[in-house]
């Protein structure tokens, strides 16, 4: 029976998501709502993960939107910061790996960010393989993303255990007969990986 290909999203299961904290931040910093900024963040965001525009450009639809003079290159480096790796997961990776599995990630992506985290912390060589979101032009849950990821490593749906912290895109995973691990913590991750067959 061929072992199982371990999928990994990044924010908020290998990286720590700076774009929570940096929403809290706006809102105070320029004495916004913050509901309004998250919706403008999360909007511009999604644009962002399908490469359709920059980070600069971000910002400055953000001026234009809340009225307000930010300073790009300062913003872009408090955002950065916020990215910290999580320890745990990624001793995980390279535990699956050095078992004999095949790893890789799957992240809704911004250009810039990435740059950041593989110049800080060479995330792609943790892995065997993965896709940007960026790069692809589409962004997960679209069922497309999921398609690319089968082609790209040659492998049916139920070969591949999907591990996300956002449910509605592991049922995006599902929906393509991907077997999907919602993550909650490292610990919890690597107890479900092993009642699922997994060697940990």
Known sequence: MMKKIIVFDLGG???VDGVYPMQSHLAKKFSLNYSKVKKFTINGFKQMFEGRYSELSFWKKFDKEFSVK?????LEKRLNNYYKI???TKNLIKKLRKNGYK???LSNSV????QYLEKKYKISK???FGIYSH???TRKPKAKIFKLLL???GAKPDEIIFIDDNAGYLKGARKLGIKTVKFVSTIQVSKKLKRLGVSV
Not at 70 to 74: E, G, L, S, V, Y
Not at 111 to 114: L, T
Request: glycine share 4%.
């Open 86 to 88: 999580n320890v745990q």
């Open 126 to 128: 943790l892995f065997d």
């Open 13 to 15: 299961v290998l990286v």
């Open 70 to 74: 930010t300073n790009p290159k300062i």
């Open 111 to 114: 250009r810039e960010i990435v």
């Open 103 to 105: 790893t890789g990630f």
């Open 151 to 153: 082609k790209k490593i």
């Open 135 to 137: 790069n692809v032009k």
